[in-house]
């Protein structure tokens, strides 16, 4: 399978006060299209920061990441916002649901940012309510539903638009183990059905097995 992330001696420094701090350290990684990777590390290894990175969500302060064979670092700002949200589904710890609307409209939420026809997404919205479980509870706001259904929705959402790729940042840090392991099952089977190349961060060596590949992370750097 064809590379679809890759990084270039990938830098990142943070500045506090007066010291600069080395998060990432010269990181030269590839991700498989189709695979599924589980990142993981003590806190502070720069995981997450990675994950952003690799998502655009963040610039870095040297070296390059390149998805689908294209440079980030070329991209205008308006092009980085289109490619977060056709190429890249983002699943968070805390879920990031809009509170007062519902299940439909927080998953159609990226559609509607894109600027695309409601309409035409229709039949997609029936599918996915489908494979993440939550056809009966489309009407509900997120404080009706439990922890695992909101993250269920915040699946949904990353998949509305197709993106090639899943990042997905703790995704079950806020979860009971069987809850977590619920929402795990949904990844890997969205990995293994649809084809989507899926990256986590994690700290439960439970859910890192759920992917096919492990990368362990210290000090910002990788670890052979």
């Known amino acids: 399978m064809p590379p679809i992330i890759e990084t270039f001696k990938l830098c990142?420094?943070?500045?506090?006060?007066?010291?600069?701090v080395e998060v990432?350290?010269?990181?030269?990684?590839t991700i498989n299209e189709g695979e599924f990777v589980s990142i993981m590390g003590p806190s502070g290894s720069g995981k997450s920061t990675?994950?952003?990175?690799?998502?655009?969500?963040?610039?870095?302060?040297?070296?390059?990441?390149?998805?689908?064979?294209?440079?980030?670092?070329?991209?205008?700002?308006?092009?980085?916002?289109?490619?977060?949200?056709r190429t890249v589904g983002f699943v968070f710890q805390f879920y990031n649901l809009v509170p007062n609307l519902n299940v439909e409209e927080n998953i159609m939420l990226p559609v509607l940012l894109d600027g695309k026809p409601l309409k035409a997404y229709r039949n997609r919205l029936d599918e996915i309510l489908e494979t993440v479980g939550l056809a009966d509870r489309r009407r509900h706001t997120p404080r009706e539903l439990s922890g695992g259904q909101q993250q269920r929705v915040a699946i949904?959402?990353?998949?509305?638009n197709e993106p090639d790729i899943i990042l997905a940042d703790e995704p079950i840090g806020n979860l009971d183990t069987k809850t977590g392991m619920g929402i795990?099952?949904?990844?890997?089977?969205?990995?293994?059905?649809?084809?989507?190349?899926?990256?986590?961060?994690?700290?439960?060596?439970?859910?890192?097995a759920y992917g096919q590949r492990i990368i362990n992370m210290r000090d910002g750097k990788v670890e052979e």
């Open 12 to 20: 990142k420094t943070f500045k506090l006060g007066e010291v600069e």
């Open 184 to 208: 795990m099952a949904l990844l890997q089977k969205i990995n293994q059905v649809q084809g989507k190349t899926i990256v986590q961060v994690t700290h439960s060596m439970e859910a890192a």
């Open 50 to 85: 990675l994950l952003y990175l690799m998502g655009g969500l963040d610039k870095p302060t040297s070296g390059r990441v390149r998805v689908k064979e294209v440079d980030l670092s070329i991209m205008t700002d308006k092009e980085e916002s289109v490619f977060r949200r």
């Open 24 to 29: 990432l350290k010269e990181i030269d990684l």
């Open 156 to 160: 949904a959402r990353a998949l509305i």
